[in-house]
């Protein structure tokens, strides 16, 4: 089934250790990005990728950072997480970067740093 | 800066009609964009408007005014499965989305 996959559902870190979550789409799609969604705001843009080989910083980079060595995976990393990490992070890609193409979302991590 | 408002909760009765304002302000426009999410779950698309206007899809209806920098969601004949939040969104000069927080939805029998 076409989609977008994000592992792992949940994890609970110690703060200080590093991180890796995974998105990985099926669907061909040029654009990648990572979002986090915390309660009261709305989702705020970490980093992206328009394109594999390429990518950007959103409004929140500080603590993150990304890779797109292909066009179907775009990992994000918490080099040496903190408690403000704390969140639910979600994986989005669409078929070009702007314009009228729609954002398909994974599931999401739930991920608590202690 | 870049801003997105939406109340951020409402009722309504099922079976009845419900409207969902967004007001934005953002460095350039190229589109607004609705999504609904479950509690727990991902962001899904509903609509998209570039034109001033409404959009009608089914029971889900959405207007925009450029002008104005308002857009709202119309939601008909409600039903249970409509308890969600909303998520607006307006596309800047860049093409990123800046997101609302959302609109959380509860539906009463």
């Known amino acids: 089934i076409a989609g977008i996959t994000q592992a792992p559902t949940s994890q609970i870190l110690a703060a200080g250790r590093r991180m890796t979550l995974r998105c990985t789409q099926d669907m061909r799609h040029n654009a990648m990005y990572w979002y986090r969604q915390d309660l009261g705001l709305g989702l705020r843009l970490i980093h992206y990728?328009?394109?594999?080989?390429?990518?950007g910083k959103g409004e929140v980079p500080d603590g993150y950072s990304v890779s797109r060595a292909n066009t179907d995976d775009f990992p994000l990393t918490l080099a040496s997480a903190v408690p403000s990490q704390t969140s639910v992070y979600f994986c989005?890609?669409?078929?070009?970067?702007?314009?009228?193409?729609?954002?398909?979302f994974g599931p999401g991590t739930r991920l608590t740093v202690l | 800066g870049q801003n997105i408002d939406q109340p951020t909760e409402m009722t309504a009765t099922e079976g009845a009609i419900v409207q969902i304002n967004c007001t934005y302000q953002?460095?350039?426009?190229?589109?607004l964009f609705w999504y609904q999410q479950h509690a727990g779950e991902a962001p899904t698309f509903l609509s998209y408007n570039v034109l001033d206007g409404l959009e009608e899809k089914g029971r889900f209806s959405s207007f925009l005014s450029r002008s104005k920098g308002y857009s709202y969601l119309l939601l008909k004949e409600l039903q249970m499965k409509d308890s969600a939040s909303y998520l607006c969104?307006?596309?800047?000069?860049?093409?990123?989305?800046?997101w609302g927080a959302g609109t959380k939805l509860i539906i009463k029998p």
């Open positions: 969104a307006a596309e800047d000069s860049n093409y990123q989305l800046i």
């Open positions: 990728s328009n394109t594999a080989g390429t990518t």
């Open positions: 953002t460095s350039g426009f190229n589109g």
């Open positions: 989005a890609s669409s078929r070009t970067s702007g314009g009228t193409d729609t954002q398909y």
